[in-house]
């Protein structure tokens, strides 16, 4: 039993990882009132990229930051066609979203179904030996804190500083933004690099931490699921972040119980961390003021200072 | 202006060129042309992997006398009806489709081409000109079975496995019935991933069935070696199907159920190039050299092994049969009597899952 409460609760928190950085990157674009949605593309393009720098270099380090620098890049491309050329935000973030699943091939294909040595867990003596406690909060591998590290990051930064309230005022009204002094477009296109970045870097930690291997399609849809959980977390990074833990440990949970036999079927089961998700970020967020006032009023709407 | 000459010269040549092409290719009829179609790339190990073993079969085999063209990684539907066509274009007399979702489109092309030979792979649909090709898991998957039943401590093997379809149902039956032979105690847990590709979800299974008190794995259908690492990392064993899987468990490694087309793709080559070619369902097991056991662990002691050796051969030599009754089902009804044993199709079609399988199957 504690092996499986130990699965469970360390797990969860290797899952929901890739999530948190994803998502934390992509609540900055849309409040700063850019639609970005080729997350899956940007994660598969980071988790190649991660893979392979890490595989010749050996350095894990020298793996995440190329993983962040290669998603980046591709996140110009939907900012040239979003903020240059107008584009619509969602067909540009579909598109690049494609081509960065495209690009993951590409990068990835000496190493199709290559492993790594995971980057190593932390340990901190008796700490991490305690049971149950030891392996979920002090046995995890480094990334999983500066994930969380994120999450409180962010929150601060987007509520309490000067940065944030140009952020989310150019995501609120990037007219009256403009009219004050703010560059509107240098602000989307940090916000959107930044998103990049960190799509990137929560895609390399599915191949270099929770998943250590690099094969075609890994990423597996959970791009999507950090779109969603940005909305349905309501634009609020804590929200969000206990989003991405509760789809972990769900997801966790059905593996858990088909293992015990209950006679459930068990295409529900792979259902569940969806539906419960949703489910329970749309009840906590019910409150329709509060969304309304979470919603970055400008989200996908381009934007021209020429007018 | 003679600059301009020269450049419609080369124009016009290299119009002359191109439309000869295809002429050249008709004439250049002594060397066969194969297509390859793979669903997947054709990594280190895997589904596609195989393939591509029995295509470099085939080019040992012949040498000049054939021709490769290669295609990967093309999703089942429209793109891969293209290829095929594209092939019958480019001149290739064979095609080997790599896939199930194929099928349709195999056919198709069958009946417009009566001159190109096609084999496709695990298809039920035949013509004249196309034929399909499986491997008999069951028989490996009763050896590894035994193996796991012999070693296992904890009488848990965890199985982490994609849809339960009816080939995958009956290598589940098959790994049970050979664990319960030697260890009548011996349960499995099945996890179904309800997904063909996710190697993240595969390794979470593997964690949580080993959380479960699984000390044995059984990774079925995992083109990666997603769960193999897991269980290397976390020391209980493994046992994977379709390549060997040694590298990535070197000290866990159960067994590998190794499956081969060599010998049959170049039988097909032969038949295409005698002339004698006919659609028909090949169904390779052991005795066919299409199915067999890759990289026994050292930790199996040698009287284990001679047991497993002793089935090895009584199997190839069409003596045991995995499907041998009495089998029950998970609910204690009688599936298959005493001493029968179950009809080709009736395995092909398998929808239930016998005694000593605890998860149920999803329905």
Known sequence: MIDSLTFLLAGTLAAATPLIFAAMGELVVEKSGVLNLSIEGLMATGAATGFVVATVTGSAVAGFTAAAFASMLLSFVFAALTLGFLANQVAAGLAVGILGLGTSVLIGKQYEGATIKPIANIDLGFLSDLPIIGKTLFGQDPMVYVGIASVVLITWVLNRTKLGLIIRAVGESPKAANSIGYPVILVRF???????????IGGAHLTLSYTPLW????VAGRGWIVVALVVFGTWKAPRIALGAYLFGAVSLLELFVQGQGFAIPSQLMSAMPYIIT????????RDARIIKLNHPASLGVPYTSGE | MNFMTRKIKVLFGTIVALALLPLSQAFAADVLKIGY??????????????????????????????????VENIPEGPDAARIMNQFAAQGAKMIMLGSFGYMNDGLKLAKRYPDIKIIHASGY???????????RNYESAYLAGMSAGQITKTNTVGMVAAYAIPEVVGIINAFTLGAQSVNPDATMKVVWLNSWFDPSKAQESARSLIA????????????TPSVVTVAEEEGVYVVNTSSDMKKYAPTKLLVSMQISWADHFVEQTQAVLDGTFKGTAFWGGMADNAV??????????AEQLAALEGKVAEISAGKFHPFTGPIVNQDGDVMIK????????DLLAINWLVKGVETRLPK
């Open chain 2, 292 to 301: 067999s056991m890759e990289s026994w662990s050292d930790d199996l002691s």
């Open chain 1, 190 to 200: 940090c916000a959107i690099a930044f998103g990049g970045a960190m799509a990137g």
């Open chain 1, 278 to 285: 949703i489910i329970i970020l749309a009840i906590i967020s």
């Open chain 2, 338 to 345: 005493d001493g029968e044993t179950m009809a080709d199709g």
């Open chain 2, 212 to 223: 479960q008190k699984s000390d044995v794995i059984f990774s079925i259908y995992q083109d």
């Open chain 1, 215 to 218: 094969a075609e399609g890994l």
């Open chain 2, 125 to 135: 649909k035949l013509a004249e000109n196309m034929g399909n090709f499986q491997t």
């Open chain 2, 37 to 70: 179609i793979y669903p997947s790339p054709a990594g280190d190990v895997g589904w596609a992997h195989e393939l591509d073993r029995g295509r470099l079969a085939i080019e040992e085999a012949f040498g000049d006398k054939v021709e490769s063209m290669v």
